[in-house]
T-cell receptor, first 116, second 111 residues
Framework: EAGVVQSPRYKIIEKKQPVAFWCNPI?????LYWYRQNLGQGPELLIR????????DSQLPKDRFSAERLKGVDSTLKIQPAELGDSAVYLC??????????????FGPGTRLTVT | GEDVEQSLFLSVREGDSSVINCTYT??????LYWYKQEPGAGLQLLTY?????DMKQDQRLTVLLNKKDKHLSLRIADTQTGDSAIYFC???????????FGAGTRLFVKA
């Protein structure tokens, strides 16, 4: 079974440019997460989708970040315009409701963004 | 507030046991997780424990939970060089609406 797929793996852009990341979750996983992982830190949730509905986007900087999950499968995260502080690894994860209510998340390899 | 804290580094010799510790603040945490991250890769779930348990064992991994002290530990028996990675502690409430991750403990295994 294929895992969570993300592309591109690496992206270098100049500040003020737009950038987009793509994620394909594990087949059948209805919950999709976007995280940002700064250097030396753990992942921080940006947005969570249940199917095509964004159910938690409280940590998403909405002035420059946007996300979509049309048809409840693939998802795209966009930054426009990018700032130097956006340099990080952007991780996508997916899950199914686990036994007893736990959410076992499966992570993709991430997209390492460098803003110069 | 919600916070998960871990020590940043741990160095052990191959064959020894490793113990990685974590503390959390949210008393309503229901699930506690340990994830492993190797260089250039995403996080991989190693194991998790429900808050009404105090121990869980899975092959070389032993998780201990002290709910009173909000302390979680991961013990890796017979540590191998392939265990070198960053280990993240995480917690969530029932339903997993939000998972909070620690900053990770970098485990170095010396041959």
């Amino acid at each position: 079974e294929a895992g969570v797929v993300q592309s591109p793996r690496y992206k270098i852009i100049e500040k003020k440019q737009p950038v987009a990341f793509w994620c394909n979750p594990i087949s059948g996983h209805n919950t999709l997460y976007w995280y940002r992982q700064n250097l030396g830190q753990g992942p921080e949730l940006l947005i969570r989708y249940e199917n095509e509905e964004a159910v938690d986007d409280s940590q998403l900087p909405k002035d420059r970040f946007s996300a979509e999950r049309l048809k409840g499968v693939d998802s795209t995260l966009k930054i426009q315009p990018a700032e130097l502080g956006d340099s990080a690894v952007y991780l996508c994860a997916s899950s199914l409701p686990g036994q007893g209510g736990s959410y076992e998340q499966y992570f993709g390899p991430g997209t390492r963004l460098t803003v110069t | 507030g919600e916070d998960v804290e871990q020590s940043l580094f741990l160095s052990v010799r191959e064959g020894d046991s490793s113990v990685i510790n974590c503390t959390y603040t949210d008393s309503s945490s229901t699930y506690l997780y340990w994830y492993k991250q190797e260089p250039g890769a995403g996080l991989q779930l190693l194991t998790y424990i429900f808050s009404n348990m105090d121990m869980k064992q899975d092959q070389r991994l032993t998780v201990l939970l002290n709910k009173k002290d909000k302390h979680l530990s991961l013990r890796i028996a017979d540590t191998q060089t392939g265990d070198s990675a960053i280990y993240f502690c995480a917690e969530s409430r029932r339903g997993g609406f939000k998972t909070i991750f620690g900053a990770g403990t970098r485990l170095f295994v010396k041959a």
